[in-house]
């Protein structure tokens, strides 16, 4: 019997990456097309052809079937998983009238909302002025109307990565309702487009015919045009299969199907995500996401840029170990897991508050690095990176398990540096908790693949699937004699940081004009 292939299609941010999984989960081949994260024309923007996310596809797809035929003609089905709040503006044709601009994107609009005077009083009144406008000057939706009002107007639909692509693949502007993510007028709550009178369409008043329609997760949103066989060798009529946001399959592919779990997510923004039946905020004025099992929730803290400060310290401090990883041909975070075999839980007092940008419950943050000795070395400057993003998830699930009310009892690691077995002992001892680690560090094109395999019927439940799919190779014990330490480093001194030193925070930015 012929053995049926998935297609999952994992786009992100520096590279994307077509998957073929097996039906037991198993990754039979893969293919990964890396490319620039972003261009800037101005400082703080970040943009992308959008162009470059579809070639990549066809260029890995056409790969993919050189050197494994009889698997990529075996495809049943494809999904498509990518970064977050990134948007396209394309015309009826699907044609981009613009390039992407995506989620590290820092620009800001004027506000739309909340301006005329009785309005503008009461919200001043109720505290809310400054956090409502914030929001609203990220849509990058905004952005563009203001600015760029001619592209706006020849604008007809206005897509995630996911929904460009998808679009592509089958002719049909559709997406899964679990990409919505972003500064979109979306109800996180209904999971559907907000209505007239909700404050999400007044905050990024788009025309509804501009967004795409929404597909639960799980369920066809079409099939393999005529056009994209031709470009990507797929075969026509394969079913497409809405799936979800990169974060979001990758929770479903760490094997998070029940409240008790977390997903802890090592990336290049590092995420701590739970599964709700309840619509919490974990922050507020921060929603859940839709998660990729349908009707479920996805409270999620996240860490901007979290663990691209491994790629910061490889950059700035550790051009011999990546020379000799290079040399060995393995990835340099293998060899820096000697900096964390040197040195002791705490980092002989250095410690980091990660805090690389603002957020909703941080609006003044920036990073410290607190605790420097004559003692200290490169190896307890990376140590105390890695411990300060440890803590930092910690106090993100602290803030999850605050509004749910439930208690984790183990975590899901994945993402790069789940790959380095020390930083998953030091999570597992900074949270007290066992770290789970799958077969797969795909995580996120697993959970694509078993959304797929539902759709296509080989599963009656999204927990059957998972059940079958992913599959467990190893689990990281917390050490009692190390959580003692971290509790304590934790609760007496990382806790108390941010207070400390949020009005120095202001005061730097005053004197220096940094970050404006």
């Not at 050197?67 to 494809?78: C, D, H, M, T, W």
């Not at 998953?424 to 959970?447: W, Y």
């Not at 190893?474 to 940081?497: D, G």
Request: proline share 5%.
């Amino acid at each position: 019997m012929e053995q049926k292939t998935i297609l999952a299609v994992d786009c992100g941010t520096q590279s994307l990456r077509t998957i073929l999984f097996s039906q037991k989960g198993e990754v039979l081949a893969r293919i990964q097309i890396e490319y620039e994260p972003y261009f800037c024309k101005h400082p703080g923007w970040a943009e992308q052809d959008p162009e470059l996310y579809w070639n990549s596809l066809i260029k890995a797809c056409h790969k993919l079937k050189q050197l494994n035929s009889k698997l990529f003609e075996s495809i049943a089905g494809v999904g498509v998983t990518t970064q977050r709040a990134s948007m396209v503006n394309v015309d009826e044709k699907g044609v981009p009238l613009r390039p992407a601009i995506i989620w590290l994107d820092q620009r800001r609009s004027k506000p739309v909302w909340g301006q005329k005077v009785p309005l503008n009083i009461g919200l001043n009144i109720l505290g809310l002025k400054k956090k409502i406008d914030g929001i609203q000057s990220q849509g990058k939706c905004n952005w563009i109307m203001q600015n760029q009002p001619e592209i706006w107007e020849k604008t007809h639909k206005y897509l995630q990565i996911s929904g460009f692509l998808n679009h592509r693949l089958t002719g049909n502007f559709a997406d899964s309702v679990a990409s919505q993510i972003g500064h979109i007028p979306f109800c996180y709550k209904k999971h559907l487009w907000a209505k007239k009178h909700q404050l999400a369409r007044k905050l990024f008043p788009i025309e509804k015919d501009k967004l795409p329609i929404l597909v639960p997760p799980g369920e066809i949103l079409g099939r393999i045009s005529t056009t994209a066989s031709q470009q990507s060798g797929i075969k026509k009529g394969i079913p497409v299969i809405a799936c979800g946001s990169d974060k979001g399959c990758e929770t479903l592919g760490a094997g998070v199907v029940n409240s008790e779990m977390a997903s802890l997510s090592f990336g290049t923004t590092a995420t701590v995500q739970t599964l709700s039946e309840k619509y919490v905020e974990p922050i507020k004025y921060l929603p859940a996401y839709p998660a990729s099992v349908p009707g479920f929730y996805n409270p999620e803290v996240e860490i901007f840029r979290g663990f691209w400060m491994i790629t910061w310290f490889k950059k700035e401090f550790a051009h011999k170990e990546v020379s000799l990883a290079k040399k060995k041909g393995i990835p340099a975070e293998e060899v820096l897991n000697q900096c964390l075999e040197r040195t002791q839980p705490g980092a002989m007092g250095l410690i980091v508050q990660p805090y690389w940008g603002p957020g909703l419950d941080h609006p003044d943050a920036k990073g410290a690095m607190i605790g420097f000795g004559d003692v200290h070395t490169k190896d307890h400057v990376y140590r105390a990176v890695i411990e300060g993003l440890g803590f930092a998830l910690w106090e993100g699930l602290e803030k999850i398990q605050g509004k749910t009310r439930i208690k984790i009892e183990k975590a899901a690691v994945s993402g790069g540096a789940s790959q380095s077995d020390e930083i998953c002992r030091i999570t597992a001892d900074i949270f007290n908790l066992p770290m789970v680690k799958g077969q797969t560090h795909e995580t996120s094109g697993l959970g694509a693949a078993i959304l797929v395999a539902r759709g296509l019927g080989w599963f009656s439940s999204i927990d059957e699937a998972v059940g079958n799919m992913v599959h467990m190779k190893k689990i990281f014990e917390p050490n009692q004699k190390h959580v003692q330490i971290y509790k304590a480093l934790y609760s007496r001194v990382y806790a108390k940081m941010y207070g400390a030193l949020e009005p120095l925070y202001s005061q730097i930015r005053d004197i220096t004009g940094y970050p404006k």
